[in-house]
């Protein structure tokens, strides 16, 4: 049944096809036989998950495994401080995860949040209440202002009735509907005007239908069901630190295993090399790694909420700094969602209005030049009939009372200014208040008599009012049909006849501010003569004097446009996909500058032509997508992803919700998104606004850097640790290191340090790079050549300092072991500044990281302890150092840095003579 066209049919063709009677209803026993057949009016969340199951697959990942394998090992050598900080970096990030995890599967709870908990139906000729799982195909339902429409309905009378659709269709504007069957064949969800939809609400009028859809079924439950058919992508980072915990183990094992079979091939015990080769590989294998790992994360979402974004997934905060494309919602999300009024047409005339939201504050404006109202009666006209032809309300609310009903998402601003009403009749409300002829302004001087509502086939409204003068018809409405009404036209302050060629030219100054992507609406009015009946709409609504035109639009945010300039210099692609029409969509894409010269936009129907493997090869010159569905949303996505973008997607709607899921990294809104499109994100913007997305970019890119300023310091550390082992057993000297004083430097000094680059400044050119790949390797960029150049200068000097001492006093081989410890941890200490520039040390202020001095100066105070207190002294194989020794660590730790920093200064300077203009050549002009 769902595959028939329903908007097609008229009233006795759907009456018959569905088989209910449109004045009684359904009897109670057809309802009660359909509800076994088609099941209730509920959607279906699928196969659950089990907590628990959750919980365990948390456990499940290669590099927990290893590190329960390190535990083991840790645990056996008696170090059983060692174990226990490990078992604690597992439990807190498998929890961390289910976390996660189990509040992205709320997303289709959330969804049935949305469905009407009862519903008005006719059955057996008598009104009743029912509770709306309770609704069949074929129920009779009536709909009035504010119920929420409780199954896909196909309407057959309404009453001036209009659904705010935006949730699920992107329309930007409550949607006037009809009973009239629409012959058309393929139509766009938008464009199914007789059909009220699951979920959506009614914002005015009342009206009759039957119910042709539920549950499943549903265009809600269409939505429902990618969500489930729909998996969450693996982020890069999740990916990455896979990758690298595999290629750890691998070297890490065998190297041990070298330097194990090196030093009992070299007459060492072989108990001890065992010993010593078990510490190298648990110090090999950074069990910090995911910790620190989490940890900058999670200071991340803390940065990241005081720029008015929330993190729901910890690893999409890294996702957004390889994003590539930003696949953004027009509604709310590029735009304020608020129909402001810009552009005013009357007597030849056209005036600019400034003025943004509703804050009635602006000015109309000729050529640039003010108009003043007390001499411009046209005007004044204009502005009467808007203010006084209107329902909706403009209104200043109180931070006290703001309170608790937008949880935060004002930040408490003071006075607000809010609408209640149609977003339409709000925008020529406050353009009427922007000049002091707001409804509070005129209700002294005039009084309503009697209302003609909007009705869709009219498509005009008006109302009679009465003032000292006498009697007023104020009516507005569509310009065209306007017109028809009309016998005469306000001009240069007198009223003349309406022409056939001023006729003309209203009507192309209303479709020249179409064009503009402007939604036109037409004012008149008329003088209501003696005791004139008006008591009929045909009465009232004839031989109008036409005053002008208004030209309104959902303006971008301010914001907007210099955060997308951003992007675009950051290598990020913007696109616009949006529910609402192409022409509208268009215009404002090219005021924000989405739509280069060359750029192509497509609508739902140009999309739905397209093969995937036509729309792959075109999807890179795509910037708009016009009036698209959910699945048009998702097939976006994917298409983007096929051609190796990171995609990112924002929206505010249901019909997001599965593209969000389905997207790289989701983001919704926080104050005008619905609770799906939340619960499908990882990310939310508390603020609604699309320049936060920038600011999470940046952060996210940041947070990347330091992850691989810490791996760079980790694993260089570790490679020396390994190679002062190696080379040590390979030239037949004495173990350089005991086991202890290598779990030592493995817990206290690589820990602290390798925190405090998480939480690094990120350096000043962040935003001037092309986004990442997706599929680029951790160690790109010449990370891998960093961590081996530097581990193996840490290592050699490490190993030189030991043999220097060990020479000079063959008999005290711990002596020479606390100078080798000493060394590596003071080689490690200052090779963590250099980890913070990709350049090098001297690029960088290295005591801008206060964090990292600390922990650089604990990690002092700790190896000193280990040093000189003598209860630690027997524990950890060390004695006191004395000047003479200080001094050849000193030198020794400070090769590695002073050669790479070298290095990098005359890398640079090769490069700048290499751009120099050629001796002899023009020299720059002087500035």
């Not at 009973?179 to 005015?204: C, H, K, W, Y």
């Not at 890119?701 to 080379?727: P, Q, W």
Request: aromatic fraction near 4%; glycine fraction near 8%.
């Amino acid at each position: 049944m769902e595959q028939k066209k329903w908007h097609q049919m008229d009233a006795e063709e759907l009456s018959r096809q569905i088989g209910c009677d449109p004045v009684r209803g359904l009897a109670s026993e057809e309802v009660a036989e359909r509800l076994e057949r088609y099941g209730r009016n509920e959607l279906s969340e699928g196969k659950r998950i089990s907590p628990l199951t959750l919980l365990l697959n948390q456990f499940k990942d290669f590099m927990v495994l290893v590190l329960v394998g390190a535990t083991l090992i840790s645990a056996l050598l008696g170090e059983y401080l060692d174990a226990v900080t490990i078992i604690a970096i597992i439990v807190i990030n498998g929890i961390l995860g289910f976390v996660q995890e189990f509040r992205a599967e709320r997303s289709l709870r959330a969804l049935k949040a949305l469905s009407a908990p009862s519903a008005s139906v006719v059955r057996d000729g008598q009104v009743i209440s029912v509770a709306a799982s309770d609704l069949v195909p074929g129920d009779l339902v009536l709909l009035e202002p504010g119920d929420r429409v409780p199954a896909d309905i196909r309407l057959l009378e309404t009453n001036s009735l209009y659904a705010e659709e935006s949730a699920l269709t992107g329309e930007s504007v409550p949607v006037g509907k009809t009973a009239l069957p629409i012959r058309e064949s393929e139509l766009p969800l938008g464009d199914q005007r007789n059909l009220g939809f699951m979920g959506t609400m009614v914002t005015r009028g009342t009206a009759k239908g039957i119910v042709v859809r539920t549950g499943m079924q549903t265009e809600m439950g269409t939505i429902a069901d990618l969500i489930q058919q729909t998996e969450a992508m693996e982020t890069p980072l999740q990916h990455r630190l896979e990758q690298l915990g595999k290629i750890l183990i691998i070297v890490a094992v065998a190297l041990t295993v070298m330097v194990v079979v090196a030093g009992i091939l070299h007459g060492q015990p072989a108990y001890g090399m065992f010993l010593a080769g078990v510490s190298l590989a648990v110090a090999a294998i950074p069990e910090g790694l995911p910790a620190i790992v989490t940890i900058a994360l999670a200071l991340g979402v803390q940065r990241m909420i005081k720029r008015k974004a929330i993190v729901r997934k910890l690893p999409s905060v890294e996702t957004l700094g390889c994003a590539s494309v930003i696949c953004s919602d027009k509604t709310g999300t590029l735009t304020q969602n608020k129909m402001t009024v810009t552009r005013l047409w009357l007597g030849g005339r056209s005036l600019e209005v400034s003025g943004e939201g509703y804050v009635p504050e602006g000015e109309i404006t000729e050529s640039g030049a003010h108009v003043d109202l007390k001499k411009d009666q046209g005007l004044r006209r204009l502005l009467q009939v808007a203010a006084l032809c209107n329902n909706s309300v403009l209104y200043k609310k109180e931070p006290e009372e703001e309170r608790g009903k937008r949880a935060k998402a004002t930040q408490g601003e003071e006075g607000e200014w809010l609408l209640k009403g149609d977003p339409t009749e709000g925008a020529l409300a406050v353009l009427a208040a922007k000049m002091g002829l707001s409804a509070k302004a005129l209700e002294g001087l005039y009084k309503r008599e009697r209302e003609f509502p909007f009705d869709s086939e009219r498509k005009r409204m008006s109302v009679v009012v009465t003032h000292q003068g006498g009697r007023l018809l104020c009516v507005k409405g569509a310009s065209d049909m306007l017109l028809e009404q009309c016998t005469h036209v306000l001009w240069d302050g007198n009223v003349i006849p309406l022409t056939a060629t001023l006729r003309q030219k209203i009507a192309a100054a209303a479709e020249g501010m179409a064009a503009s992507a402007l939604r036109v609406l037409g004012m008149a009015y008329r003088d209501i003569r003696g005791q004139e009946s008006v008591e009929t709409e045909q009465e009232a609504e004839q031989q109008l004097v036409f005053v002008g035109l208004s030209g309104m639009i959902d303006p971008p945010r301010k914001e907007v446009r210099d955060a997308i300039a951003v992007c675009r210099q950051a290598g990020i692609k913007t696109v616009m996909i949006t529910g609402d029409h192409q022409t509208t969509a268009e215009a404002i894409a090219g005021q924000l500058g989405i739509l280069p010269r060359g750029g192509v936009a497509v609508n739902g129907r140009q999309l739905a032509a397209m093969t995937d493997e036509q729309l792959d090869r075109e999807v890179d010159n795509i910037y708009v997508y016009a009036r698209v569905s959910p699945e048009h949303k998702l097939r976006i996505v994917k298409s983007l992803q096929r051609q190796g973008h990171v995609v990112a997607m924002t929206g505010d709607g249901v019909n997001d919700a599965p593209a969000i899921k389905a997207s790289d990294i989701g983001i919704a809104m926080g104050i005008t998104g619905t609770d799906v499109s939340k619960e499908a994100s990882a990310l939310v913007l508390s603020d609604d606004n699309f320049a936060t997305i920038v600011a999470a970019i940046e952060e996210g890119r940041g947070i990347y850097e330091n992850i691989r300023k810490f791996i760079r310091y980790l694993l260089a550390s570790n490679v020396g640790e390994i190679l002062t082992m190696f080379l040590a057993m390979m030239a037949g000297l004495p173990l350089p290191l005991v086991p202890i004083q290598i779990l030592w430097v493995n817990l206290v000094t690589d820990g602290l340090p390798a925190m405090a680059l998480g939480v690094d400044q990120a350096e000043k050119d962040l935003m001037k790079h092309k986004p990442r790949s997706a599929k680029e390797n951790i160690f790109s960029r010449r990370l891998g050549w960093k961590i081996l150049s530097r581990g193996f200068l840490i290592g050699i000097c490490t190993l030189g300092a030991f043999w220097i001492t060990l020479r000079e006093n063959p008999g005290n081989l711990i002596e020479a072991q606390t100078v080798a410890f000493a060394t590596l941890v003071m080689a490690q200490l200052i090779h963590v500044f250099d980890c913070r520039s990709s350049r090098s040390i001297f690029h960088r202020n290295p005591l801008q990281n206060r964090y990292l001095v600390l922990a650089v100066l604990s990690s002092l105070l700790l190896m000193l302890g280990v040093l000189y207190i003598e209860a630690l002294q027997p524990i950890f194989k060390t004695v006191p150092l004395d000047f003479r020794h200080w001094c050849l660590v000193f030198v020794a730790a400070g090769i590695p840095t002073f050669v790479m920093g070298i290095g990098s200064v005359l890398g640079s300077s090769k490069k700048k003579t290499q751009h120099r203009t050629p001796l002899g050549g023009p020299r720059p002009a002087a500035r």
